[in-house]
């Protein structure tokens, strides 16, 4: 990790840039990918399991005995686990249920809004270095919960096209009947543009490597909304001199074990904090089976001495990590400060990895500083808001002049008589 002290406002654009994504030029290589998907179907997704996973796929679709061969399989410690992030992740996510909004604006005119479940929608769920089942939980609970009329999971096969048994026994724990052999970018074709086996979805969610983030921004020009636009995973620690350098290197690494283009930052007040940690992430980093990620993720990540809170506040917000942790004395007191941030993770005893298991927030986030203007997902991601309003008679009467006064202004003659003809009405 590079190593600045109190650097001026001026670099920080700089020297908080992430690793650089290729995006355009992985567009071109996604793209045909796309075309010959929607041309194909079925025999392309097979063709491109032969090519990419290594994989010979006869049936595309989960079978109801291979969902029952998976719940063997799956150690009963492990479904413990899984049941219980369920149970948090649910409540916490059926807690953000909202009742339909009602207001009279004005004597006779009535609006509403209620919250309509998209009905089609698609999860993505990455099965290559690591199989994310907690991600199954993550974007399939509220999904269900939201009650979303069809959803359907793609996650990639082995080589010898099965599902990795913990992503199909956590997708049968929450209601998924649909899940698909499939992986990749062919997998977001699928879902965009609909085969004999795969449905067509309005909405795709989950995270993947670039070839499916390129995937997925190549359907929103098909008219199918994503989650959001998404990054390689990183955190920003924030440290007083009563943080624990080996809780912090912890959770350094444990972003930086994502992949090579992972990011982690340290802001730190203390200069003793940030050399004991440097030396706890170097002798934590030994003892991890995915070290070498975690090293390459590294060469890009930073630490910073910043001896001013303000500055150092103002720096995490720039930054609008996906993950911040707050291993701060006065954490509390700082919560409210944070304006750019996916989650937040709040004192010294609160690892990110609760979060992105088991606490109950959802770790679907936004990435690559999106967090200015992206939410991370929520029960709201599954939902549109429609609009309704009525009026009557003596609310006709009395905002309908002003609507035409209005219309007439801005010279649209059509929209004044859309009231006019129906002021009109009520004088007969």
Not at 34 to 53: E, M, N, P
Not at 185 to 194: D, K, L, R
Request: aromatic share 6%.
């Amino acid at each position: 990790m590079k190593f600045y002290k109190n650097p001026d406002r001026s670099t920080w654009g700089e020297l908080l840039q992430r690793p650089a994504m290729r995006m355009e030029e992985i567009e071109k290589q996604v793209a045909p990918i796309l075309k010959t998907v929607a041309t194909d179907g079925d025999s392309a997704l097979r063709a491109f399991s032969r090519q990419f996973d290594g994989a010979e796929v006869d049936s595309i679709i989960v079978s109801e005995k291979e969902f029952e061969d998976a719940i063997q399989l799956v150690d009963s410690d492990l479904k413990a686990s899984i049941d219980i992030a369920i149970q948090n992740i649910t409540t916490f996510h059926a807690s953000q249920k909202t009742e339909t909004l009602q207001v009279e604006t004005m004597d006779g005119i009535n609006c509403w809004r209620k919250s309509v479940p998209i009905q089609k929608v698609g999860l993505y769920i990455p099965g290559g270095s690591a199989p994310l089942f907690s991600t199954v939980i993550m974007i399939g609970a509220p999904a269900i919960i939201a009650g979303c009329e069809e959803v359907c999971l793609c996650t990639p096969p082995n080589k010898e096209g099965n599902i990795h048994p913990a992503i199909l026994y956590t997708a049968h724990k929450i209601g998924i009947k649909n899940v698909f052999k499939v992986g990749g970018a062919q997998a977001i074709a699928a879902m965009t543009f609909g085969t004999e086996t795969i449905p067509a979805v309005s909405k795709i969610f989950g995270p993947g490597n670039q070839y499916v983030t390129a995937a997925k921004q190549l359907a929103t020009k098909e008219g199918v909304a994503i989650d959001m636009p998404a990054g390689p995973s990183e955190v920003l620690v924030w440290a007083d001199e009563t943080a624990h350098p080996e809780f912090i290197a912890a959770d350094l690494l444990s972003q930086a074990e994502h992949g090579p283009d992972s990011q982690v930052i340290l802001v730190s007040s203390s200069q003793e904090v940030i050399d004991n940690t440097m030396v706890e992430v170097e002798n934590q980093l030994k003892t991890l089976p995915r070290q070498e990620i975690a090293a390459k993720a590294l060469t890009h990540s930073r630490s910073f001495l910043i001896e001013d809170p303000k500055t150092a506040l103002d720096l995490v917000n720039e930054y609008a990590a996906e993950h911040l942790i707050l291993s701060l004395d006065n954490a509390d007191d700082i919560c409210d400060k944070i304006i750019n941030a996916g989650s937040v993770f709040v004192g010294h005893l609160t690892p990110e990895s609760a979060g992105d298991y088991a606490s109950g927030t959802n770790h679907t986030l936004p990435t690559y500083g999106y967090a200015k203007n992206y939410s991370g997902v929520s029960l709201d991601s599954y939902y549109r808001k429609i609009t309704f309003q009525k009026i009557n008679e003596t609310g006709l009467s009395a905002l309908g002049p002003h609507v035409e006064r209005m219309a007439e202004a801005e010279e649209l003659q059509a929209h004044k008589n859309a009231v006019t003809v129906r002021l009109n009405s009520l004088k007969k």
